[in-house]
């Protein structure tokens, strides 16, 4: 008997502990924000889980060699996806290139060297612009974009730098420059929008101390703030990285939809994206929608193979800061 109330009573006091957490409501708050944050890996599951069911006539046909196939032809139920993949690294990168100093360089001037108001006037225009669908920004790309490309810039190019396989081929105006610009244009307000907010949060203490010590307004902005600030700058790089893969309307509008492989920035081209949305309705018989379907497969793990190089980057970072600040 002694034995039994010394055991019983443990319990008792467990029990008596979780009904006074479920009364102040701290076992329900952890048990429903458990579910919410579950939910997030089953979505992503049930994704990759339909993706590969759904695109198993294509995998059981073309193995991996579908990812390094040149040939999309559904006449003949061959499919490859090495355009494609091309294309999407290609516009991508090209963007990247072009909106992340652009981007960077505008978010320290609206957090360090702007005054308040024309920081806010301007921060305002950001986020209606980051707000702007997409297809409006395909609409406005074919009506001005498009017209400058084929006409002034694109000539321009090719006269000057046409000595570069970059630059060479015929010019139409559509094509991966194109895209890669209308990207430029779209990832650039996320850029100005997440760099900025990580400027502004570096503490005030940082700034003053560098100017204590006889710096400039600039050489405190350019060698204190922002390598403070750098793993937030690196994270809003590869988050427009992930906006650009994904992106689907305004680069079908433009890009050309060429599926082939060209060195030229000139020449038309592909994307998955657009593919995908522009031939997923027209798709008949089982392995040619099975083929797009395992195209967004493919586009689910580039975007998860490069955003888990940027995770990996931020920590590679800031353990070799934390090592030099030691």
Known sequence: MAQTAIVSAPSQSAARKFVARLRSGDQVAHLITLIFA?????????????????????RGKF???????????????????????YGTLLTSFVALLISVPLGVGAAI???????????????????????????????????????????????????TLGFLPLFQGQIYGVGYLAAALILAIMIFPFIISISREALMAVPREQREAALALGATKWESTWQVVVPFA???????????????????????????????????????????????????????GDVYLSALIELGLVLFFLTMILNGSARLLIVATSRKGSKQQA
């Open 38 to 58: 579950a939910s997030v890996f089953l979505v992503t599951v049930l994704l990759v889980y339909e993706l590969w069911i759904h695109s198993g006539a294509s």
């Open 63 to 85: 193995g991996l060699a579908f990812l390094f196939t040149r040939v999309w032809d559904p006449v003949a139920e061959k499919f490859g996806a090495l355009p494609f993949i």
């Open 109 to 159: 001037f609206l957090a360090e060297l702007a005054s308040p108001r024309v920081s806010a006037v301007c921060t305002f225009l950001v986020e209606l612009l980051a707000a702007v669908p997409s297809v409006i920004y395909g609409l406005l790309a074919i009506f001005t974009l498009v017209p400058l490309l084929r006409q002034y810039i694109e000539p321009g190019l090719k006269k």
């Open 230 to 284: 750098r793993l937030g700058i690196i994270g809003s790089i590869f988050l427009a990285l992930a906006r650009a893969l994904g992106e689907t309307m305004a680069v079908t509008m433009v890009i050309g939809n060429d599926p082939s492989i060209h060195a030229s920035l000139l020449a038309p081209g592909y994307t998955i994206a657009a593919v995908i949305a522009n031939e997923f309705t027209e798709a008949t």
